[in-house]
């Protein structure tokens, strides 16, 4: 029905940037919200953004404090995450999903998830 590829992770100091993006394969991908999670290492998955499947309304963790972007380009089949000013405790493995119905701050609800790219952030 739908596949997810992440990509865009990779290692930066602490105040730097990184854009993430998410391909999906699926031909409906302009109905679904798209959201991004992050798992650390013997960590839940914690919400991290999710956006309207229009783009107009996006939803950010408590944790984000303004540092991350997330928009889509439905032309393209896919969303992206603009993250600034990281700091160490960013570091994690970051998934995509795709949810068609449900409450976009639970992982649980979404349907599809990518294999994850990691971002790795130095003192």
């Known amino acids: 029905q739908v596949q997810l590829q992440e990509s865009g992770g990779g290692l930066v100091q602490a105040g730097g940037s990184l854009r993430l993006s998410c391909s999906a394969s699926?031909?409906?991908?302009?109905?679904?919200?798209m959201g991004w999670f992050r798992q650390a290492p013997g960590k839940e998955r914690d919400f991290v953004a999710a956006?309207?499947?229009?783009?107009?309304?996006?939803y950010y963790g408590d944790f984000v404090k303004g540092r991350f972007t997330c928009s889509r380009d439905n032309a393209e089949n896919t969303v992206y995450l603009q993250m600034n000013n990281l700091k160490p405790e960013d570091t994690a493995v970051y998934y995509c999903?795709?949810?068609?119905?449900?409450?976009?701050?639970?992982?649980?609800?979404?349907?599809?998830w990518g294999q994850g790219t990691q971002v790795t952030v130095s003192s």
């Open positions: 699926t031909r409906t991908f302009a109905t679904d919200v």
């Open positions: 956006i309207h499947p229009n783009g107009r309304i996006t």
């Open positions: 999903g795709s949810l068609d119905d449900g409450d976009y701050r639970r992982a649980d609800d979404y349907d599809y």
